[in-house]
């Protein structure tokens, strides 16, 4: 079986799909907590463990639906300009939700409004597209496909 959110099948994959699924079930009633939640995950996203700061792009990307829902735009467009800073992040599983994240963060608020802009992005693209692992390419490519298709 694949590995769960959060990279693995431990307390907290389990722990990051009950929260995230909460999010999910609240919907529009998450909107007072997402400020509080946003900077947790900002927080979290600068943690020294490679594990939590996976597990914070993971749940970028599994409540970035709701964000939208709740008109947090600014607050998404905040968080993509956090997870384009980190980038540069040297594990692959992390990166891999990184950009799995940015791509959660372009689908539901669209390229017109993403910070930094797509035109500031793809160039840092480039460079992770010649990443081996797999969750990187994967996501590389399919948020290249996402930029290309409505760019």
């Known amino acids: 079986e694949e590995e769960g959110p959060g990279?693995?099948?431990g307390a907290g994959a389990a722990v990051l799909t009950a929260f995230g699924g909460i999010i999910a079930q609240l919907g529009l009633r998450a909107k007072p907590f997402l400020p509080q939640i946003a900077g947790t995950i900002k927080w979290r996203l600068n943690n020294k463990s490679a594990k939590v700061r996976?597990?914070?792009?993971?749940?970028v990307a599994r409540i970035?639906?709701?964000m939208r829902a709740c008109d947090a735009d600014r607050m998404l467009g905040?968080?993509?300009?956090?997870?384009?800073?980190?980038?540069?992040?040297?594990f692959p599983d992390v990166l891999g939700s990184i950009l799995g994240a940015l791509k959660a963060i372009v689908n539901v608020?669209?390229?017109h409004k993403m910070?930094?802009?797509i035109k500031e992005l793809l160039p840092r693209l480039a460079?992770?597209?010649?990443?081996r692992h797999e969750k990187v390419q994967e996501n590389a490519i399919d948020l290249v496909g996402r930029i290309a298709d409505r760019g």
Not at 127 to 131: A, V
């Open 7 to 9: 990279g693995g099948s």
């Open 54 to 59: 996976q597990q914070a792009a993971d749940l």
């Open 64 to 66: 970035a639906p709701v």
């Open 78 to 90: 905040h968080l993509g300009t956090v997870l384009y800073e980190y980038l540069g992040e040297e």
């Open 109 to 111: 608020i669209g390229m």
């Open 115 to 117: 910070t930094p802009p």
């Open 127 to 131: 460079p992770i597209l010649k990443n």
